[in-house]
C-alpha cells in the first residue's frame, strides 16, 4: 500500500532516522513496518520565527495488512492519504482517426522554454520539428551579454532577451508555479531539467530554482537532445512574415542574420513561442492579420537589500541555518494599483537586460548557489489599458517610451537611486551600507524621474506596507534600479481556448511572448500543451 502523508513537520538538522520516526508517529505504525520512504516536497515553515522548521511529505509504502488502521486515520487527518504517481504521457496513441498527415516538418519559433518543450515533445514523437531562433546558441550568446555588461557594447541581435534559452536564461531560474496541473506536465518538466543536468533538489523543493550559471548548461543539453533525435535548430534566423491560403498557415519568410539573405520556408504547422520582448514580431503579426489583443502587465523598478537583512527578517536566529531567503510580497493601493515583488532574486545581481540601442531595461539574476551579497526583486505596479491606451501597441509604446526616459538619464548605464532619495526625488550622491550588485555598468540618477504618477505614488505607498511586514524593507538606504518592464508581454495572441491554434490555422501561439504564460515553468506547460494538439491532429511527414 503506497500512502501520500503530508504536513509532516521536522527540525532544521533532522536526518533519514527522524524523518522514519515522525512519519511512522503519525500512521501510528512501527518503523520498523515502514517498506518505503520517498520525500516528495519540502518546505520551511517560519511563522513561527522561535520554532523555524521543516515541513515535508512524503510517499511511504506499508504493508496492506495495516490497511483499517490507515483508513481510520485518513477519517481523522485530511493529510493521509493514497499515493498516486504522476506519470506523463505524450497524447501518441491518441491521433483522430483524420489526422493529415504533414509535408514539412512543424516550425517553432523561438528557444525558450515554451519552444523549447513544444520542440522536445514533437521530436520524442517523431515530428523532427525544425526550431527557429533569431539570437544566437547559449554559449556565444553568454560571450556576447558579458561583453555588454563589460563594454556596454550592446549586440542588437543576441541579448538577454534573444537568444537560446529565451529572457530566463539571465535570470535566477525559478521554477515555481500556480497553475493547476492535473497531467503531470510539471513533474516532467522537473525531471527533464534535471536530466539535462539540474540540480535534483528541483524535485522536492517548495520554491526549486536551477540558477543562470546551471541553467545555461540545461538549455544546451536540451537543445542537443533534440538533435539527437532528429530536431534541427538554426540561430540568428528572424522570422519575418507569415504566408497563408484559405485561412491557413502556408509557410514562413526568415531573414538569416548573419548572411544577410530572406528565405522561403514551407510548413503547415506553426508554433509561435516568440517572447514577451519580440515587438517587430508582434507588429509583423499584425500586419499578417493575426487576431491580437492589448493585455495588462506592470512596470518599476529594481530593489536592493542585502540579503543578511532579508534572512533575519524570514528566518530569525535560523537564518544561519538555511539557505538564502526569498520574499513573495503584494500590497493593494490606496488608489486602487496593486503593487508586487516580482522575480526575486535571493543572493543575486540586478542586470542590465537592454535588447534595443536606445533604451534600458533591468532584470534580476542568480546564481545557483545564491551567495551574492544582495538580495533583488522587481518592485512594480499593475498597468491596464485604462493607463496607457487602448490601442493594441499602446502597451508595448509605454514601455519603450519608459525604457528610453531611463536611457536617457543614465547614458545607457544602470541609474540607480536610494529609496530615501527617491521618496524626496532627489539624485542620490553615494551608498550607504547596502551598495548595488549589478552586471553592467551604474550611474547615479533620478529614477523617480521615469515612472508616471501613478507608477510612482503606488510605489511609495507599496514600500511603507513591505515594511511593516518585512522589517527593514522601507530602509531609506535601499538601492532602486531602474527600469523594469518586461514583467510580461503587453499583448495576447487570441487562440482558440481548447485547441490553442490561432484563427489561422495551423498556428499555436504559445508562452510569454503570447501573452498565455508567467515563468519558466508555465511557460514550459504552454508549450507542451500546444504540442499535444499539434499531436493528436497531424501525423509526422
Not at 540579503?307 to 488608489?335: M, S, V
Not at 509604446?397 to 527617491?422: H, M, S, T, W
Not at 553592467?440 to 540618477?445: I, L, P, Q, Y
Not at 499535444?532 to 511527414?541: A, G, K
Amino acid at each position: 500500500m503506497k500512502l501520500q502523508v503530508s504536513q509532516i513537520r521536522l527540525p532544521l538538522a533532522y536526518d533519514r532516522e527522524m524523518f522514519l520516526g515522525a512519519v511512522a508517529k503519525k500512521l501510528r505504525i512501527p518503523k520498523k513496518e515502514i517498506k518505503e520512504l520517498r520525500l516528495l516536497h519540502q518546505a520551511v515553515d517560519a511563522r513561527k520565527k522561535d520554532n523555524v522548521h521543516y515541513t515535508v511529505s512524503a510517499m511511504v509504502e506499508i504493508p496492506d495488512s495495516f490497511s483499517s488502521l490507515i483508513r481510520k486515520g485518513m477519517r481523522d487527518h485530511q493529510d493521509i492519504g493514497f499515493y498516486q504517481e504522476m506519470n506523463y504521457q505524450i497524447p501518441a496513441d491518441e491521433q483522430a482517426v483524420d489526422a493529415a498527415k504533414l509535408l514539412h516538418p512543424p516550425v517553432v519559433v523561438g528557444s525558450g522554454p515554451a519552444g523549447l518543450f513544444a520542440a522536445y515533445l514533437l521530436a520524442k514523437s517523431g515530428y523532427q520539428p525544425l526550431v527557429l531562433e533569431r539570437g544566437s546558441d547559449v554559449d556565444t550568446r553568454t560571450s556576447a551579454v558579458h561583453a555588454f555588461w563589460e563594454s556596454g557594447v550592446r549586440s542588437e541581435k543576441t541579448n538577454v532577451q534573444f537568444g537560446e534559452g529565451g529572457a530566463g536564461t539571465f535570470s535566477d531560474g525559478k521554477l515555481a508555479t500556480m497553475i493547476k496541473d492535473r497531467e503531470g506536465r510539471i513533474p516532467f518538466i522537473l525531471k527533464t531539467f534535471v536530466e539535462m543536468g539540474a540540480d535534483p533538489e528541483i524535485l522536492t523543493s517548495f520554491q526549486p530554482h536551477i540558477g543562470t550559471d546551471l541553467l545555461r548548461e540545461v538549455v544546451k543539453n536540451l537543445r542537443l537532445e533534440i538533435i539527437r533525435l532528429g530536431g534541427v535548430f538554426r540561430f540568428e534566423t528572424r522570422m519575418e512574415k507569415i504566408e497563408t491560403a484559405e485561412g491557413r498557415v502556408r509557410g514562413i519568410e526568415v531573414l538569416d542574420l548573419a548572411a544577410g539573405r530572406t528565405e522561403k520556408i514551407p510548413c503547415e504547422v506553426l508554433i509561435l513561442a516568440i517572447g514577451h520582448s519580440a515587438r517587430d514580431t508582434f507588429r509583423m503579426l499584425d500586419a499578417c492579420g493575426f487576431p491580437m489583443e492589448p493585455k495588462a502587465f506592470a512596470v518599476g523598478v529594481r530593489v536592493e537589500h542585502l540579503q543578511e537583512t532579508i534572512n533575519r527578517a524570514q528566518y530569525g536566529q535560523a537564518a544561519d541555518q538555511l539557505p538564502a531567503a526569498a520574499y513573495k510580497l503584494t500590497y493593494h493601493c490606496t488608489n486602487g494599483h496593486g503593487v508586487y515583488s516580482f522575480c526575486m532574486c535571493p543572493g543575486g545581481y540586478v542586470v542590465n537586460a537592454s535588447s534595443e540601442a536606445d533604451g534600458t531595461v533591468v532584470n534580476g539574476m542568480s546564481y545557483h548557489g545564491r551567495s551574492g551579497e544582495n538580495a533583488n526583486s522587481a518592485l512594480v505596479v499593475t498597468v491596464t489599458p485604462e493607463d496607457f491606451g487602448t490601442d493594441l501597441f499602446d502597451g508595448m509604446n509605454f514601455q519603450k517610451k519608459l525604457e528610453q526616459a531611463c536611457f536617457r538619464i543614465g547614458g545607457g548605464k544602470i541609474p540607480v537611486q536610494l529609496y530615501g532619495d527617491f521618496a524626496r526625488r532627489q539624485v542620490s550622491t553615494g551608498y550607504g551600507k547596502i551598495h548595488s550588485q549589478t552586471k553592467g555598468e551604474t550611474v547615479f540618477a533620478d529614477v523617480a524621474s521615469i515612472l508616471p504618477g501613478v507608477v510612482y505614488d503606488s510605489l511609495l505607498e507599496g514600500m511603507k506596507g513591505f515594511g511593516k511586514k518585512i522589517h527593514g524593507y522601507d530602509d531609506p538606504e535601499a538601492v532602486f534600479s531602474g527600469v523594469e518592464t518586461r514583467t510580461s508581454s503587453p499583448v495576447r495572441i487570441l487562440r482558440n481556448a481548447e485547441t490553442l491554434e490561432s484563427p489561422i490555422g495551423g498556428v499555436y501561439p504559445c508562452g510569454e511572448g503570447a501573452g498565455y504564460a508567467g515563468g519558466i515553468t508555465s511557460a514550459a506547460v504552454d508549450g507542451m500543451k500546444c504540442a499535444e494538439q499539434m499531436i493528436r491532429h497531424y501525423l509526422p511527414c
